[in-house]
């Protein structure tokens, strides 16, 4: 089962420059649902900053990139503007266990010489 395990820290402050506590939260993934209609995070301790881990299931997503958008909602009933992580889902039943060497290595600066033209990287493998 895929799953994205998520901190996120959540902080509000109201124009006057008082917080207030953040008591409700709420995420939404790629597309944006209405205010109040995300899936909610429980806040546990309602306060001006919440630190506040939650689980994101991500069996239902395509293999790719997704955006995770997170609102919060104050004491005073005020939705905070969305925050966002891209994430990206991958197929892990296809990932290689093993990695080949690396047996080379090349920089440069500005313009890509191209491969192999590049100044080369002494390396032990």
Do not use: C
């Not at 420059?17 to 939260?25: L, P």
């Not at 806040?43 to 609102?71: E, K, M, Y």
């Not at 690396?102 to 191209?114: C, L, Q, R, S």
């Amino acid at each position: 089962m895929k799953s994205l395990y998520l901190t996120i820290f959540f902080a509000i402050v109201s124009f006057l420059g008082r917080a207030q506590n953040i008591t409700q939260a709420e995420y939404f993934i790629n597309t944006d649902p209405g205010v109040g209609n995300g899936t909610p995070i429980t806040i546990t301790t309602p306060n001006d900053t919440v630190l506040q881990p939650f689980t994101v299931p991500t069996s239902s997503l395509a293999f790719g990139p997704h955006t995770l958008w997170i609102r919060t909602m104050d004491a005073n009933g005020s939705w905070s503007i969305y925050d966002d992580i891209i994430f990206y889902v991958s197929d892990t039943t296809s990932l290689v266990t093993t990695q080949p060497e690396i047996v080379g290595a090349e920089y440069f600066f500005d313009t890509d010489p191209g491969v192999g033209n590049g100044t080369n990287i002494n390396i032990t493998a």
